[in-house]
């Protein structure tokens, strides 16, 4: 435990030096008319040729066009500001955004848009996420419900780094039983953090703790395989599994936990399929993988 305790202040002391990977965006809509104000952190765009053109063109609002824009560096951010003109009065149109394609993969772009009736909607975009409808009207109990699990599923099928730890647990495991206890854990801890209130860290943080984490499971199965307490070790490096989770869906927390409760019993299967596999060379791989992953987080 001292040897994971070493490692995570490490990670901490490392990820704490980047820029979280997200930006926010707000949109009025005013008839035909739209304005949109963002910004992005400019150690994202700094290397990208004509900048401006480059993000403005990764949104996209219906048959909108962009008649004004302007942007500017400021304070740390790259910061524009942009109006467009709909074909007709806007009641509903569908919403773009590939700025994860843009800047960097793990970018989460959060945008709030309000119409004329002070109606208000937010939807979140990532590289997975690029396109969602806009209605400004209050969504029935179900579709908040269906919206949300659907979220949570989404979610969890792509969480590659949490299936890479389950699959470590898989290796790590003495027998199925350990293995099923282990598994347990690990989902219990992502859910109870998804439903009870928490802190909120820093997403480059978290991603780098989760990566780590599956380096060490794995190191710690080839250097010391009959290791006691595993169940304390998954526990412990659940939590920033389960964390990384709270950056997304916020409007029904537990509509979100059950489609990631589902997502968790999917990877379930291919994980348990490795214990039947050398366990050594698996190590060796996860390993290998978590590690580049922890350091792509950190440097990417």
Not at 79 to 99: H, I, T
Not at 151 to 164: C, K, S
Not at 248 to 255: G, I, L, V
């Amino acid at each position: 435990m001292i040897r994971l305790f070493a490692l995570l202040l490490c990670a901490s002391a490392l990820a704490q030096a980047h820029v979280v990977s997200m930006s926010e965006g707000e949109l009025k809509v005013t008839g035909a008319t739209a304005t949109f104000r963002f910004g992005v952190p400019w150690s994202e765009v700094s290397d990208i040729q004509n900048p401006e053109a480059t993000i403005l063109n990764s949104f996209r609002f219906g048959d909108a066009r962009r008649i004004e824009q302007s942007c500017r560096q400021e304070e740390g951010f790259f910061r524009c500001d942009a109006k467009y003109l709909f074909p007709q009065d806007a009641a509903e149109f569908d919403v773009e955004c590939r700025l994860a394609s843009a800047t960097v993969a793990s970018h989460i772009h959060i945008l709030r848009a309000t119409n004329a009736a002070g109606k208000t909607e937010q939807a979140y975009f990532d590289l997975t996420v690029t396109r969602t409808r806009l209605t400004f009207r209050e969504p029935t109990a179900t579709e908040k419900f269906l919206k949300a699990s659907f979220e949570g599923l989404r979610v969890g099928i792509t969480g590659v780094t949490t299936a890479l730890f389950l699959f470590a647990i898989a290796i790590t495991a003495k027998d199925r039983r350990q293995f099923l206890t282990l598994a347990a854990i690990l989902i219990g801890v992502e859910l109870a953090l998804n439903i009870a209130p928490t802190l909120r860290l820093s997403l480059r943080f978290l991603e780098a703790a989760a990566a780590l984490s599956i380096t060490y499971l794995a190191v710690e199965k080839l250097l010391v395989p009959d290791a006691g307490q595993r169940w304390l070790v998954v526990a412990t490096l659940g939590i920033f599994h389960g964390l990384l989770f709270r950056f997304f869906n916020q409007d029904s927390r537990p509509a979100f936990t059950a489609g990631l409760f589902v997502a968790n019993l999917i990877w379930l299967a291919p994980a348990a399929l490795l214990r039947y596999l050398p366990s050594k060379p698996l190590s060796m791989i996860l390993a290998a993988v978590g590690f580049f992953w922890f350091a792509y987080t950190l440097l990417g």
